[in-house]
């Protein structure tokens, strides 16, 4: 059974940082390409930021660039997200998603959720 757990999320003031993980068990992470996407209320769900399968690849929705990070330990069997310079506008549920294959953007490739972690940046 997969299970993909978020942790880290809370509240923060704009400009802050937060960092979330996803630890991942029931699956063999290191061929499983991993994502995190984002749902504000009254929204539908986005894409933030992707990684491949080794950690080599990574790609990035164009509002986040240059202040979040994607990265991954295979070890560990876990994905993270370094969020900086968070605004208000940041403020969403997070979830973690795999695949098995490439890296991908779009929501309906990804088999596997987790239950998402709240981030609140607000002052």
């Known amino acids: 059974q997969v299970q993909l757990l978020e942790s880290g999320g809370g509240l923060v003031q704009p400009g802050g940082s937060l960092r979330l993980s996803c630890a991942a068990s029931?699956?063999?992470?290191?061929?499983?390409?991993m994502a995190w996407f984002r749902q504000a209320p009254g929204k539908e769900r986005e894409f933030v930021a992707a990684?491949?399968?080794?950690?080599?690849?990574?790609a990035y929705a164009d509002f986040v660039k240059g202040r979040f990070t994607i990265s991954r330990d295979n070890a560990k069997n876990t994905m993270y997200l370094q969020m900086n310079s968070l605004k208000p506008a940041d403020t969403a549920v997070y979830y973690c998603?795999?695949?098995?294959?490439?890296?991908?953007?779009?929501?309906?490739?990804?088999?596997?959720w987790g239950q998402g972690t709240q981030v609140t940046v607000s002052s």
């Open positions: 029931g699956l063999a992470f290191s061929g499983y390409a």
């Open positions: 998603a795999s695949r098995a294959g490439d890296l991908a953007v779009d929501t309906y490739r990804y088999n596997y």
């Open positions: 990684i491949n399968r080794s950690g080599s690849n990574t």
